[in-house]
DNA sequence: TCTTTATTTCAACAGTTCTTGAATAGTTGA
DNA sequence: TCAACTATTCAAGAACTGTTGAAATAAAGA
């Protein structure tokens, strides 16, 4: 992961829609999710939800494959994992202040991926 | 860290100069530095330099302070790390490709942070 | 082949962000 | 107070991003 790899995935992901789109996928893990399926959870409309996929998609956080009529979205976990990684390694920097504060947060009560998949329709935060 | 938070400071890292900004004063922990020698050690004019370090501080990743005729800027550990927790928490969800996705990132040979402070001037990746 | 379903592409518009140079404000020491 | 230094604010224009609706593409089944 390089600096100008790690700027397209932060770009991607400092969107509101897009950090959802993440956050419903990543639990869905390599099986992934059809596109319309997607797009009923989020409210999206069609060529919105296209739109957001494929920036997603070219700054390497997700992966797209068709089956059948329906095209799947998965978490790329090498993208997604690579761009935290990037934060860790060049923003972080052992930094014990920092790692406190990336703890605390890794043990806030509200996050939704602990309690496993996202049932489509109850994807809000 | 909620999500509108993490959103900001994601949006505010989507950017090449704030990202150096933040890489380059990670390394110098509480202490910071003042503005001009960060100008001087990015290559940044003035007015492009404040628009982008207050852009950082709306976001919540830096802290600023005056010091008789500088003005100091310093990460804030809280926001930067919670940022970085929050991508964790809520988007690698204990995934283990994606973790290791993460360590793998994490040592990378080329981070600069781990080499000690930037030294002015050498603010380059 | 025709129809239906699923998804993407395209073009236009609105809004936001970024860069630049000029002007302004705060601090120090003579 | 004045000059020098440090940093920010402002305004204008260019570039980019996001949303929308219409049209197009792709696959499946009758």
Redesign the pocket.
């Given at each position: 992961m390089d600096r100008s790899k790690a700027l397209a995935a932060l770009?991607a992901l400092a969107?509101e829609?897009r950090l959802d789109l993440v956050r419903l996928l990543v639990p869905q893990g390599a099986a992934g999710m059809?596109?319309?399926q997607i797009?009923q959870a989020l409210g999206l409309?069609?060529?919105?939800?296209?739109?957001?996929?494929?920036?997603l998609e070219q700054a390497g956080l997700l992966t797209?494959r068709?089956v059948?009529?329906?095209?799947i979205y998965s978490v790329d976990p090498a993208g997604l994992g690579g761009t935290i990684g990037y934060l860790m390694n060049h923003c972080c920097c052992q930094d014990p202040t920092i790692l406190a504060a990336c703890g605390d947060s890794h043990h806030d009560p509200s996050s939704a991926c602990r309690q496993g998949a996202v049932a489509p329709g109850t994807a809000k935060t």
């Open positions: 770009s969107h829609t059809p596109a319309g797009a409309a069609g060529p919105r939800l296209s739109f957001h996929l494929s920036a797209a068709r059948a009529r329906n095209v």
